[in-house]
């Protein structure tokens, strides 16, 4: 088997306040990829990015632009000098599939950066309309986080949304059963249940609004299916080998969960030995720790 390099982009949540700075003031591409986004996006983008304020640039319709912008423009700036060998595969955590897919040159930057925009200010609207949350369970396995899921839903919606690492799973639902479940975690042997900060019930059935809004935007869009890089899908751990499947995988993904432990160990299993993170923050770095001690990860979210 011969030896294979990824690449893997995180997705919301791994925003923080200066990201992408640096790369913005040592590399003039960088800047170019900024100042180009805040033409697509009709604001002053990178502002958000490099000053905050912190509850602007967590918001789902910045954050979501904003990473993909600053993960675009350290994956530009590396190819461009030649400090990083090339990927055979690509990886995302569901907005971060949307770089994925553009480091694997399935659409263009400006293709991409306004999916991720509609993306990001759809999921908003459906999150507005519906009462949501999300938790983070950590300690329990598969079958104790869907009976947990069962007895907190009392009747309403509430359901597996991140399938993260080994005793990380995420819940996602009606907002009341979010908290019912924080509630009962400690009853099923969880070490700790985590009421997250994030604007609604994401990958859940409340997202089907977003859904809709995103399969028109996607039908718009110019997408190549991947050729000489392959990309893994979030909600089966299979690669997309086609323009349909890509389309109804992204579609997917906002309403069903992102299986991130499968699809790393298939592609810990197909051979890759080395992965790149690329963009804000260690988020993907810590998760393989616990998917796989051993597995080479290498982040880069700064010019050091």
């Known amino acids: 088997m011969t030896a294979k390099i990824a690449y893997i982009f995180p997705g919301q949540g791994a925003q923080l306040v200066g990201m992408g700075k640096d790369f913005y003031d040592a590399e003039p591409l960088a800047k170019d990829i900024f100042n180009k986004a805040n033409g697509i996006v009709g604001y002053d983008l990178a502002k958000f990015c490099f000053e905050g304020p912190e509850e602007e640039l967590n918001s789902t319709t910045i954050s979501q632009p904003a990473i993909f ?19 055979n595969i690509t990886a995302g955590l569901s907005l971060g599939e949307y770089t994925a897919l553009y480091a694997a040159g399935v659409f263009d930057f400006e293709s991409g950066l306004k999916l991720v925009q509609k993306r990001g200010q759809a999921m908003q609207a459906a999150a507005d309309a519906s009462k949501g949350s999300m938790v983070s369970i ?10 947990l899921c069962k007895e ?64 028109k935007a996607i039908e718009l869009c ?15 751990a299979e690669y997309y080998k086609t323009k349909e499947q890509i389309s109804q995988g992204l579609v997917r ?12 160990e298939k592609l810990l299993a197909d051979g890759v030995t080395k992965f790149y993170e690329i963009g804000p923050n260690r988020v993907l770095t810590g998760l393989m720790k616990r998917i796989n001690r051993k597995a080479e990860v290498v982040n880069i979210s700064s010019v050091q």
């Open 222 to 236: 110019e997408i190549k299916p991947p050729a000489d890089v392959a990309v893994i899908a979030n909600v089966n």
């Open 69 to 87: 912008t600053m993960s675009v423009a350290v994956l530009e700036v590396l190819k461009a000098k030649g400090t990083i060998e090339p990927a």
């Open 253 to 264: 993904q906002l309403t069903g969960a992102v299986l991130w432990q499968n699809c790393m």
């Open 152 to 215: 907190a839903a009392e009747g309403k919606l509430l359901s597996c949304a991140n399938f993260n690492c080994p005793g990380q799973i995420v819940i996602t639902g009606d907002a009341d059963a979010c908290k019912r479940a924080v509630a009962l975690a400690e009853k099923y042997g969880a070490a700790k249940a985590i009421e997250l900060k994030v604007a609604g019930a994401f990958h859940s059935a409340l997202m089907a609004p977003a859904a809709e809004e995103l399969k």
């Open 138 to 147: 950590i300690g329990l396995d598969q079958d104790k986080t869907e009976q």
